[in-house]
């Protein structure tokens, strides 16, 4: 009799035991399930928080750009009794478009900055990240169209063309022509920093 008494504690003991640790088992599986999902979002926040950083630096190029385009201008030091030469941007429609079109994406590059910090916080959000792909891609093209048209100009200025009889004016123009180029210059970098944010958008929303 004593050792099927001592039987049946053995098991009611066994039983306590099993149910004290059911608990801990619940509870160590959403502690796992955070600590994956703040895994998963690392990779996404350093994108984010790069493209923020690149966003910064096509403002700056986008900006700069813009400012030397606009400033552009230069009068020789002779003249005669009727005519004063003098070369600026607003004299060539081509220089004209290519400040407009860059002072648009300095102000989109502004205003895209609350997406891109939502991003960063939000590392999981599709909709801000996709609407900064279709709208940097938009931007791409009106900055790759500014900076060709206006690299053909300067191309013209440097060097001429001889069948439609276009001389060359950076002989006689000299800084007007060097701050155009770097205008130039200056666009095709914003071109190269916006692609890069294109890719980078692109490869986070992969990652979803």
Not at 61 to 68: D, E, F, Q, R, T
Not at 86 to 101: Q, R
Not at 163 to 186: E, P, T, Y
Not at 191 to 201: G, P
Request: net charge neutral.
């Amino acid at each position: 009799m004593e050792k099927s008494e001592s039987t049946k504690i053995d098991v009611v003991e066994t039983n306590k035991e099993r149910k004290g640790k059911a608990p801990l088992l619940g509870t160590a599986a959403p502690v796992v399930a955070t600590q994956v999902e703040h895994a998963k979002g690392g990779p996404k926040r350093g994108i984010a928080i790069f493209d923020l950083i690149l966003r910064i630096a096509a403002f700056a190029s986008a900006l700069g750009a813009a400012v030397a385009m606009a400033t552009t201008e230069e009068t020789l030091p002779f003249f005669t009794q009727f005519f004063q030469f003098e070369a600026s941007y607003d004299d060539l429609p081509t220089f004209t478009f290519f400040v407009v079109a860059m002072a648009i994406v300095v102000a989109y590059l502004v205003l895209s900055v609350p997406f891109s910090i939502v991003c960063i916080v939000r590392p999981h959000a599709v909709v801000p990240r996709l609407l900064l792909i279709i709208f940097d891609t938009v931007i791409i093209a009106l900055t790759t169209g500014a900076a060709g048209s206006a690299a053909a100009i300067v191309y013209l200025a440097h060097n001429g063309n001889q069948d439609a009889n276009w001389l060359a004016i950076c002989q006689q123009f000299g800084d007007f022509c060097q701050r155009a180029s770097g205008a130039v210059v200056a666009a095709f970098v914003t071109v190269v920093i916006l692609l890069l944010m294109v890719v980078l958008s692109a490869s986070a929303l992969r990652r979803h």
